[in-house]
């Protein structure tokens, strides 16, 4: 089992910038991909962008390209978004999950989900 905690959400302004985190315990060894989702209020769940435990990442939507930043602290075993010039439309429920095979994270299908940090931006 692997359980996930986010935290650092918050509500700001329009473009003010918001770091969040995601510490997973328990079998986080095994871990081979910790990912961000996001969704909105009446959509769906986005992905946001993806982490490998080799060190390889990519951001599943382009448009967070330059404004959002996806890192990880394999020795905490924590997963980090910095996002940037935040935007009212960035406002969500945001979502740390993990996966302990490859095939999972290629598909994108995740085991592990954590509870979520919202985020609210005003402009």
């Known amino acids: 089992q692997v359980q996930l905690v986010e935290s650092g959400g918050g509500s700001v302004q329009a473009g003010g910038s918001l770091r969040l985190s995601c510490e997973a315990s328990?079998?986080?060894?095994?871990?081979?991909?910790m990912a961000w989702f996001r969704q909105a209020p009446g959509k769906d769940r986005e992905g946001v962008a993806v982490s490998y435990k080799g060190g390889s990442y990519r951001y599943y939507d382009d448009s967070v390209k330059g404004r959002f930043s996806i890192s990880r602290d394999n020795a905490k075993n924590t997963l980090y978004l910095q996002i940037d010039s935040l935007k009212p439309e960035d406002s969500a429920m945001y979502y740390c999950?993990?996966?302990?095979?490859?095939?999972?994270?290629?598909?994108?299908?995740?085991?592990?989900w954590g509870q979520g940090t919202q985020v609210t931006v005003s402009s």
């Open positions: 328990g079998y986080s060894q095994s871990i081979t991909c």
């Open positions: 999950a993990a996966e302990l095979t490859v095939g999972g994270c290629v598909a994108k299908n995740f085991a592990y």
